[in-house]
Protein backbone atom coordinates (compact mmCIF):
# COMPACT_ATOMS: atom_id res chain seq x y z
CA UNK A 1 0.00 0.00 0.00
CA UNK A 2 1.53 3.18 -0.87
CA UNK A 3 0.20 6.88 -0.54
CA UNK A 4 -0.54 9.54 -2.71
CA UNK A 5 1.79 12.24 -1.33
CA UNK A 6 4.52 10.07 -2.04
CA UNK A 7 4.16 7.72 -4.51
CA UNK A 8 5.71 3.96 -4.92
CA UNK A 9 6.57 4.94 -1.00
CA UNK A 10 4.89 1.89 1.91
CA UNK A 11 2.28 4.28 3.95
CA UNK A 12 3.82 2.69 6.85
CA UNK A 13 7.43 3.86 5.82
CA UNK A 14 6.15 7.51 5.53
CA UNK A 15 4.70 7.38 9.11
CA UNK A 16 7.86 6.18 10.21
CA UNK A 17 10.24 9.22 9.10
CA UNK A 18 7.02 11.10 9.74
CA UNK A 19 8.09 9.97 13.80
CA UNK A 20 11.85 10.08 13.09
CA UNK A 21 11.52 13.89 12.61
CA UNK A 22 9.75 14.62 15.24
CA UNK A 23 12.01 12.88 17.28
CA UNK A 24 14.69 14.14 16.10
CA UNK A 25 13.58 17.84 16.70
CA UNK A 26 12.40 17.16 20.20
CA UNK A 27 15.68 15.83 21.08
CA UNK A 28 14.33 12.40 21.97
CA UNK A 29 17.80 10.36 21.52
CA UNK A 30 16.30 7.55 22.53
CA UNK A 31 13.56 7.14 19.95
CA UNK A 32 16.22 8.30 16.67
CA UNK A 33 18.94 5.54 17.91
CA UNK A 34 16.42 2.95 18.23
CA UNK A 35 15.52 3.96 14.25
CA UNK A 36 19.32 3.38 12.96
CA UNK A 37 19.97 0.48 12.13
CA UNK A 38 21.86 -1.37 14.75
CA UNK A 39 25.13 -2.45 12.88
CA UNK A 40 25.86 1.43 12.56
CA UNK A 41 24.36 3.36 15.31
CA UNK A 42 27.59 5.02 16.37
CA UNK A 43 28.00 5.88 13.00
CA UNK A 44 25.16 7.62 12.19
CA UNK A 45 24.74 9.23 15.33
CA UNK A 46 27.63 11.38 14.51
CA UNK A 47 27.36 11.71 10.88
CA UNK A 48 24.84 14.91 10.37
CA UNK A 49 24.78 18.41 12.40
CA UNK A 50 21.81 19.64 12.93
CA UNK A 51 20.99 23.21 13.99
CA UNK A 52 21.05 23.90 17.55
CA UNK A 53 18.12 23.95 19.35
CA UNK A 54 15.34 22.62 17.28
CA UNK A 55 11.91 23.25 17.50
CA UNK A 56 10.40 21.74 13.62
CA UNK A 57 10.87 19.30 11.16
CA UNK A 58 9.10 18.95 7.77
CA UNK A 59 9.68 16.30 5.63
CA UNK A 60 10.11 17.67 2.52
CA UNK A 61 10.05 14.87 -0.16
CA UNK A 62 10.30 10.91 0.35
CA UNK A 63 11.13 8.95 -3.12
CA UNK A 64 11.75 5.01 -3.40
CA UNK A 65 15.54 4.47 -4.57
CA UNK A 66 18.37 3.68 -4.66
CA UNK A 67 17.90 0.00 -5.33
CA UNK A 68 16.05 -1.51 -2.21
CA UNK A 69 16.34 1.99 0.00
CA UNK A 70 13.66 5.27 0.21
CA UNK A 71 15.36 8.08 0.63
CA UNK A 72 14.24 11.23 3.11
CA UNK A 73 14.29 14.76 3.28
CA UNK A 74 13.94 16.33 6.18
CA UNK A 75 14.32 20.09 7.21
CA UNK A 76 15.30 21.24 10.96
CA UNK A 77 14.68 24.37 11.66
CA UNK A 78 16.65 25.99 14.92
CA UNK A 79 14.84 28.17 17.55
CA UNK A 80 17.64 30.65 16.35
CA UNK A 81 16.44 30.56 12.84
CA UNK A 82 19.07 28.16 11.29
CA UNK A 83 18.37 25.42 9.27
CA UNK A 84 19.46 21.97 7.94
CA UNK A 85 18.63 19.76 5.68
CA UNK A 86 19.06 16.21 6.16
CA UNK A 87 18.61 13.18 3.80
CA UNK A 88 18.42 9.71 4.75
CA UNK A 89 18.28 6.65 3.76
CA UNK A 90 15.83 3.77 4.69
CA UNK A 91 16.01 0.15 4.63
CA UNK A 92 13.86 -2.79 5.83
CA UNK A 93 15.84 -5.04 8.22
CA UNK A 94 13.74 -8.22 9.28
CA UNK A 95 10.48 -6.12 9.02
CA UNK A 96 11.47 -3.00 10.80
CA UNK A 97 11.91 0.39 8.98
CA UNK A 98 15.82 1.36 9.69
CA UNK A 99 18.01 4.71 8.76
CA UNK A 100 21.12 3.45 6.80
CA UNK A 101 22.70 6.60 5.89
CA UNK A 102 22.21 9.85 7.02
CA UNK A 103 24.46 13.28 5.81
CA UNK A 104 23.49 16.97 5.23
CA UNK A 105 23.05 18.30 2.29
CA UNK A 106 24.28 20.69 0.23
CA UNK A 107 27.40 18.39 0.26
CA UNK A 108 30.31 20.96 1.69
CA UNK A 109 33.57 19.17 2.46
CA UNK A 110 34.59 19.19 5.96
CA UNK A 111 37.65 21.53 7.53
CA UNK A 112 39.43 19.41 10.11
CA UNK A 113 41.65 21.59 12.94
CA UNK A 114 44.32 19.30 10.71
CA UNK A 115 44.73 21.31 7.80
CA UNK A 116 47.25 24.28 8.91
CA UNK A 117 50.19 25.45 7.83
CA UNK A 118 53.34 23.23 9.47
CA UNK A 119 55.14 24.66 12.91
CA UNK A 120 58.59 24.50 11.42
CA UNK A 121 57.77 26.82 8.54
CA UNK A 122 58.45 24.44 5.48
CA UNK A 123 55.43 24.65 3.71
CA UNK A 124 54.57 28.09 4.43
CA UNK A 125 54.89 29.20 0.62
CA UNK A 126 52.06 26.74 -0.34
CA UNK A 127 49.75 28.11 2.12
CA UNK A 128 50.37 31.71 0.53
CA UNK A 129 49.69 30.30 -2.79
CA UNK A 130 46.57 29.31 -1.42
CA UNK A 131 45.96 32.33 0.05
CA UNK A 132 46.47 33.98 -3.83
CA UNK A 133 44.54 30.95 -5.27
CA UNK A 134 47.97 29.45 -6.47
CA UNK A 135 49.10 26.01 -6.49
CA UNK A 136 52.21 26.14 -5.36
CA UNK A 137 54.95 23.28 -5.36
CA UNK A 138 58.57 22.95 -3.81
CA UNK A 139 61.22 22.35 -6.85
CA UNK A 140 64.81 21.92 -6.81
CA UNK A 141 66.37 23.90 -9.92
CA UNK A 142 69.18 22.59 -9.67
CA UNK A 143 68.66 19.02 -10.51
CA UNK A 144 64.66 19.46 -11.49
CA UNK A 145 63.12 17.13 -9.02
CA UNK A 146 59.60 17.87 -7.61
CA UNK A 147 59.51 17.82 -3.83
CA UNK A 148 56.16 16.80 -1.76
CA UNK A 149 55.63 17.05 0.92
CA UNK A 150 58.27 19.63 1.23
CA UNK A 151 61.74 19.47 2.21
CA UNK A 152 64.48 21.88 3.57
CA UNK A 153 66.57 20.49 1.14
CA UNK A 154 66.11 18.54 -1.75
CA UNK A 155 66.24 14.64 -1.34
CA UNK A 156 68.31 13.90 -4.75
CA UNK A 157 71.26 16.51 -4.60
CA UNK A 158 71.15 18.27 -0.77
CA UNK A 159 70.70 21.96 -2.61
CA UNK A 160 69.55 24.08 -0.16
CA UNK A 161 68.06 27.04 -2.42
CA UNK A 162 64.49 25.38 -3.12
CA UNK A 163 61.67 26.93 -5.33
CA UNK A 164 58.54 27.32 -4.91
CA UNK A 165 56.97 28.03 -8.80
CA UNK A 166 53.15 28.53 -9.25
CA UNK A 167 52.05 25.43 -11.31
CA UNK A 168 48.85 24.52 -13.47
CA UNK A 169 46.51 23.38 -10.87
CA UNK A 170 45.12 20.68 -12.91
CA UNK A 171 45.45 16.69 -12.66
CA UNK A 172 44.23 13.20 -12.72
CA UNK A 173 43.10 10.51 -9.53
CA UNK A 174 45.83 8.83 -8.77
CA UNK A 175 43.83 7.01 -6.42
CA UNK A 176 40.92 7.67 -3.85
CA UNK A 177 38.62 7.03 -1.39
CA UNK A 178 35.16 7.75 0.24
CA UNK A 179 34.93 8.05 4.20
CA UNK A 180 31.82 7.35 5.63
CA UNK A 181 33.44 6.97 9.54
CA UNK A 182 33.30 10.48 11.86
CA UNK A 183 36.81 10.04 12.46
CA UNK A 184 36.90 13.64 13.88
CA UNK A 185 33.70 15.75 15.81
CA UNK A 186 34.77 18.95 12.80
CA UNK A 187 33.34 16.51 10.07
CA UNK A 188 30.26 15.63 11.30
CA UNK A 189 27.45 17.07 8.66
CA UNK A 190 30.22 16.23 5.87
CA UNK A 191 29.92 12.46 5.60
CA UNK A 192 30.86 11.20 3.51
CA UNK A 193 33.17 12.80 1.71
CA UNK A 194 35.80 11.69 -0.86
CA UNK A 195 39.83 12.52 -0.28
CA UNK A 196 41.60 12.19 -3.49
CA UNK A 197 45.43 11.64 -4.50
CA UNK A 198 46.09 13.56 -7.25
CA UNK A 199 49.05 13.35 -9.44
CA UNK A 200 50.30 16.88 -10.77
CA UNK A 201 51.71 16.54 -14.32
CA UNK A 202 52.72 20.32 -14.27
CA UNK A 203 54.71 19.14 -11.34
CA UNK A 204 56.28 15.97 -12.63
CA UNK A 205 53.28 13.72 -11.14
CA UNK A 206 54.25 14.76 -7.90
CA UNK A 207 50.91 13.75 -5.74
CA UNK A 208 49.09 15.62 -3.49
CA UNK A 209 46.01 15.14 -1.14
CA UNK A 210 42.93 16.99 -1.32
CA UNK A 211 39.07 16.61 -1.12
CA UNK A 212 36.96 16.26 -3.38
CA UNK A 213 33.91 19.19 -3.84
CA UNK A 214 30.58 17.57 -4.87
CA UNK A 215 31.86 13.91 -3.56
CA UNK A 216 28.35 12.84 -2.43
CA UNK A 217 26.95 10.31 -5.54
CA UNK A 218 29.88 11.09 -7.69
CA UNK A 219 30.69 8.06 -9.32
CA UNK A 220 34.98 8.62 -9.19
CA UNK A 221 37.38 6.55 -11.47
CA UNK A 222 40.83 6.58 -11.01
CA UNK A 223 42.35 8.50 -13.96
CA UNK A 224 39.41 10.81 -14.25
CA UNK A 225 40.67 14.94 -14.95
CA UNK A 226 39.97 17.17 -11.71
CA UNK A 227 40.84 21.11 -11.28
CA UNK A 228 41.93 22.68 -8.08
CA UNK A 229 39.44 24.69 -6.36
CA UNK A 230 40.42 27.29 -3.22
CA UNK A 231 38.05 27.66 -0.26
CA UNK A 232 38.12 30.20 1.71
CA UNK A 233 37.93 29.87 5.50
CA UNK A 234 34.83 31.14 7.32
CA UNK A 235 37.42 33.05 9.76
CA UNK A 236 39.56 35.75 8.18
CA UNK A 237 42.26 34.34 10.42
CA UNK A 238 42.14 30.45 8.81
CA UNK A 239 43.87 29.53 5.81
CA UNK A 240 42.45 28.39 2.46
CA UNK A 241 41.98 24.94 1.69
CA UNK A 242 42.67 23.12 -1.74
CA UNK A 243 39.95 20.98 -3.11
CA UNK A 244 39.65 19.33 -6.04
CA UNK A 245 36.44 19.04 -8.70
CA UNK A 246 36.25 16.28 -11.43
CA UNK A 247 36.27 18.16 -14.92
ZN1 LIG B 1 68.00 18.70 -6.43
Redesign the pocket.
Known amino acids: MTQARFPGVPAELVDVVERHGQAVAAGDTRMVLADFRPDRVGQLAASARPPDRMDAAELLSLDPGPGDRHTAHIRYRGAGGDEAVFRSRWIEIDGTWHVTEVRNVPDTPPRTPFEHPSDDGSDAPHWEGLARRELRIQH ?6 WIWSPRPI ?6 DQLEWPVIDPVGTVYSWTRTWQPFHPSTAGHLPYVVVTVELPAAGNRRVLGVLCDGDGADVRIGMPVKAEFDDPDDPAGYPLLRWRLS
Open positions: CPRCDMCPSCHH
